[in-house]
């Protein structure tokens, strides 16, 4: 490695790692200014493994390669809180990227430094082949695009992942021409020396008296920036979801579902974070590839990588039905077999996909799990997971949720992640809680291992008070219990093992566990969606619409029928009423006001937009965020009382603002505007069209609504105080002349 640069932990010109500065409070932290409390403990604990995460996008340029790549390079000249040394290293690693990185558009530039120099070291991806014709191995140098250079038998036994998948490297090639004396059979490529880019050696005790230096918020706050998050800007559940990610590494044979919306960094950590980990293309992966080739007994995937993820591995796929059932096997007994012989493996296994319909839109129709193919759209394989991360809960990856302070170097977490694989903390659990005897064992498993997975993340020296341990249990318990759910939804016979998911504190006798007094635990859209999670007697009904008890004309269940959170059927439902008064108000007729206060748009418009699955808005004028807002407001108002199941797309044509800078503006306003209401199950299309005058809203309901001036109705107003009532009530806006003309139209015509 010296030949590259310093050694890990060294930097350039004799500066400190670790220590700091005046000049060092410069230079950002997550706050942007002083360094946070995490990152100075940080920087002290770890000396020398700690690096600034927002400089792989400095230095990335061009070069195609893993978040840990470049994150290794920046350890050895940038492993430091001194803005100095930082800066220097930056230029270091920029040029030995610039030198030594394979661009494939290069690749004979490259080549040709190889042969003129007869020896040079790059950096690219590398994976190994047998050659049974010669008995030899053959290197391929993915951006390179050599394919047969020679690598000797010690290099492969040292780096057995080369042999599947391939493996970042530093690697010093050689050119010896084909005709020269010595060289071996057809190839005048040879490896003379390679080194898999990952820390060599790891100590789990100096790891272990590093997080006793910081608090339990301090720890996770890292542990969310060294994988690249801003910590600050995250909640609390969403900090344990980005550690929930993180569990397949530290927990042998752990199965992970998270489906959700699309943009949420759903297979960054699989892709960018280990060297351990690999990700796959769902609908490319075959059986030989995954476990074992036959004809070659070359063992798969999951026999050299400890997390096996699938992208995309939602939507409708043809998949080998012996691949579906060689991998529930593998999924619920850790083994799969080759002819006559069983063999066992530990890799974890992830899927990952988007979905494309809201929460209540899947709970009122389908279940949770409908966006995968139809092959694993099983009970049989959804019983074996461990645990559903709900995708659609996590935070749309934004550029202000990149960090910009300090997190541990990515290949030293995750030294610290694989070891603590090693490890087996479920047994804590014993101390902390009894479980429902009710549980079945493959519910009491899943929560094991989640509960064990996050212990060793947080509290790697197993320190962790009762209080701090029950909050991982509960968190634990959801996950699992969102997959029990969705399986009773399925299967009728599933549900006569329940579904079980209460504890309670301390070691009791089974015949002593009182489930009345045993703590419970809802999944979050139990929560948010109780007229959505019905009974499982009432789960047959759901493909009629109906949702338990009588429904009124326009599909809702009557006030009496809301079922709450607790399953028990409450008073009316303020909402549903009111809803209904509101559509009784849908009827042609013209609007014609004077200017003054008293009338709101979204209340004028809403009674006709309930029950559309396609709003169309066309309004020349959305040109600047006050005249978009007007949208927003009209959105806000019918996301309250339309059904949560069935909500609309937005359609919106405008035409551009001229005016100087403003035409960007524009166009950012709208895109704020899609990206946050899409998180709702809003779908927003717009786009920016030639002049029109004509000013409208169309539904596929049939009503037509002429705007006459558009939406911009307002007269301007200047506030100066964020408490201004103006601001969220439009009725205490002044108006000016406004005319709307409504007329109804058959849907089959329109």
Same mark, same amino acid.
């Given at each position: 490695?010296?030949?590259?640069?310093?050694?890990?932990?060294?930097? %350039?010109?004799?500066?400190?790692?670790?220590?700091?500065?005046?000049?060092?409070?410069?230079?950002?932290?997550?706050?942007?200014?002083?360094?946070?409390?995490?990152?100075?403990?940080?920087?002290?604990?770890?000396?020398?493994?700690?690096?600034?995460?927002?400089?792989?996008?400095?230095?990335?340029? $061009?070069?195609?390669?893993?978040?840990?790549?470049?994150?290794?390079?920046?350890?050895?000249?940038?492993?430091?809180?001194?803005?100095?040394?930082?800066?220097?290293?930056?230029?270091?690693?920029?040029?030995?990227?610039?030198?030594?990185?394979?661009n494939r558009g290069e690749s004979e530039l490259i080549k040709s430094r190889i042969r003129e120099a007869g020896?040079? =070291?790059?950096?690219?991806?590398?994976?190994?082949?047998? #050659?049974?014709?010669? #008995?030899?191995?053959?290197?391929?140098?993915?951006?390179?695009?050599?394919?047969?250079?020679?690598?000797?038998?010690?290099?492969? =036994?040292?780096?057995?992942?080369?042999?599947?998948g391939g493996v970042w490297c530093l690697a010093e090639m050689s050119y010896v021409p084909m005709g020269d004396s010595g060289a071996k059979a057809s190839s005048p490529w040879i490896v003379s020396r390679l080194q898999a880019i990952q820390l060599p050696r790891f100590d789990f005790n100096r790891y272990c008296r590093g997080r006793s230096s910081f608090s339990v918020d301090e720890w996770i706050d890292l542990l969310v920036a060294s994988v690249g998050l801003d910590p600050v800007k995250l909640s609390r559940r969403s900090k344990l979801f980005q550690l929930t990610r993180l569990i397949p590494y530290v927990e042998r044979n752990y199965n992970l579902v998270e489906l959700g919306p699309k943009g949420t960094g759903k297979s960054h950590i699989y892709s960018e974070f280990s060297p351990h980990g690999i990700l796959v293309s769902g609908g490319e992966v075959t059986l030989a590839k995954l476990f074992v080739n036959n004809a070659t007994r070359r063992i798969g995937l999951v026999g050299y990588w400890d997390v096996v993820a699938f992208d995309e591995f939602a939507g409708h796929k043809r998949v080998e039905r012996s691949l579906v059932d060689t991998l529930k096997n593998y999924l619920a007994n850790k083994?799969?077999?080759?002819?006559?012989?069983?063999?066992?493996?530990?890799?974890?296994?992830?899927?990952?996909?988007?979905?494309?319909?809201?929460? %209540?839109?899947?709970?009122?129709?389908?279940?949770?799990?409908?966006?995968?193919?139809e092959a694993y759209h099983d009970t049989a394989y959804m019983d074996r997971i461990h645990y559903y991360l709900p995708g659609w809960e996590v935070d749309i990856v934004r550029p202000e949720l990149f960090s910009r302070?300090?997190?541990?170097?990515? #290949?030293?977490?995750?030294?610290?992640?694989?070891?603590?694989?090693?490890?087996?903390?479920?047994?804590?659990?014993?101390?902390?809680?009894?479980?429902?005897?009710?549980?079945?064992?493959?519910?009491?498993?899943a929560v094991r291992k989640t509960f064990s997975g996050l212990a060793k993340l947080i509290f790697p020296a197993r320190d962790g008070e009762p209080e701090e341990l029950e909050e991982l249990l509960r968190f634990a318990i959801e996950g699992r219990k969102r997959v029990k759910d969705q399986i009773i939804r399925l299967d009728d016979t599933m549900a006569a093992s329940g579904s079980?998911?209460?504890?309670?504190?301390?070691?009791?006798?089974?015949?002593?566990?009182?489930?009345?007094?045993?703590?419970?635990?809802?999944?979050?859209?139990?929560? #948010?969606?109780?007229?959505?999670?019905?009974?499982?007697?009432?789960? $047959?009904e759901r493909g009629s619409g109906q949702r338990g008890g009588e429904e009124l004309s326009d599909g809702?269940?009557?006030?009496?029928?809301?079922?709450?959170?607790?399953?028990?059927?409450?008073?009316?439902?303020?909402?549903?009423?009111?809803?209904?008064?509101?559509?009784?108000?849908?009827?042609?007729?013209?609007?014609?006001?004077?200017?003054?206060?008293?009338?709101?748009?979204?209340?004028?418009?809403?009674?006709?937009?309930?029950?559309?699955?396609?709003?169309q808005?066309?309004?020349?004028?959305?040109?600047?965020?006050?005249?978009?807002?007007?949208?927003?407001?009209?959105?806000?108002?019918?996301?309250?009382?339309?059904?949560?199941?069935?909500l609309p797309r937005v359609v919106i044509e405008t035409c551009a603002n001229d005016e100087d800078g403003y035409r960007a503006k524009q166009e950012a306003t709208f895109e704020q505007l899609q990206q946050s209401w899409g998180q709702f199950g809003i779908v927003i299309v717009w786009s920016i069209v030639d002049p029109f005058h004509d000013r409208s809203i169309v539904t596929d309901t049939g009503w037509v609504i002429d705007?006459?001036?558009?939406?911009?109705?307002?007269?301007?107003?200047?506030?100066?105080?964020?408490?201004?009532?103006?601001?969220?009530?439009?009725?205490l806006r002044r108006t000016k002349e406004i005319t709307i003309n409504v007329s109804r139209e058959d849907p089959a015509d329109a």
């Open positions: 490695m010296s030949s590259f640069g310093p050694q890990r932990g060294r930097t %350039p010109k004799g500066t400190r790692p670790g220590r700091l500065s005046p000049a060092s409070s410069l230079i950002g932290g997550s706050e942007g200014g002083k360094l946070a409390e995490y990152e100075e403990i940080a920087a002290r604990a770890y000396d020398g493994f700690v690096v600034r995460k927002d400089l792989v996008g400095q230095v990335k340029g $061009n070069a195609i390669v893993p978040s840990y790549v470049l994150e290794f390079l920046l350890a050895q000249y940038c492993a430091t809180t001194s803005e100095t040394a930082i800066v220097e290293g930056i230029e270091s690693v920029r040029r030995i990227l610039a030198k030594h990185y394979v020896q040079y =070291r790059i950096i690219d991806k590398v994976s190994v082949s047998l #050659d049974e014709t010669h #008995d030899r191995y053959n290197a391929s140098f993915e951006n390179l695009g050599v394919t047969n250079a020679l690598v000797s038998d010690e290099t492969v =036994r040292e780096n057995d992942r080369l042999l599947t083994s799969f077999s080759r002819g006559d012989s069983t063999i066992t493996a530990e890799a974890s296994m992830v899927f990952v996909g988007n979905t494309t319909r809201t929460v %209540p839109a899947m709970l009122a129709t389908a279940d949770l799990f409908e966006a995968l193919p302070g300090y997190g541990l170097i990515v #290949d030293y977490l995750a030294e610290a992640l694989r070891h603590l694989r090693t490890l087996d903390y479920s047994g804590d659990l014993d101390t902390l809680a009894t479980l429902d005897p009710a549980m079945s064992k493959r519910d009491q498993d079980h998911f209460t504890y309670m504190l301390g070691r009791v006798d089974q015949d002593r566990y009182d489930a009345a007094r045993a703590c419970t635990v809802p999944t979050q859209e139990e929560l #948010d969606y109780p007229q959505y999670f019905t009974s499982h007697s009432d789960a $047959n809702l269940p009557k006030p009496d029928g809301v079922v709450d959170a607790r399953g028990d059927r409450g008073s009316a439902s303020p909402v549903f009423d009111r809803r209904a008064l509101l559509k009784a108000r849908a009827i042609p007729r013209r609007y014609k006001i004077e200017p003054s206060m008293g009338h709101s748009m979204p209340d004028i418009l809403l009674p006709y937009l309930f029950d559309a699955a396609e709003i808005i066309r309004d020349p004028y959305l040109r600047k965020p006050h005249q978009i807002r007007n949208v927003h407001e009209i959105l806000l108002q019918l996301i309250q009382h339309a059904d949560a199941a069935r705007l006459g001036r558009g939406l911009d109705v307002y007269e301007n107003f200047t506030w100066s105080s964020p408490f201004d009532p103006r601001i969220t009530l439009p009725h």
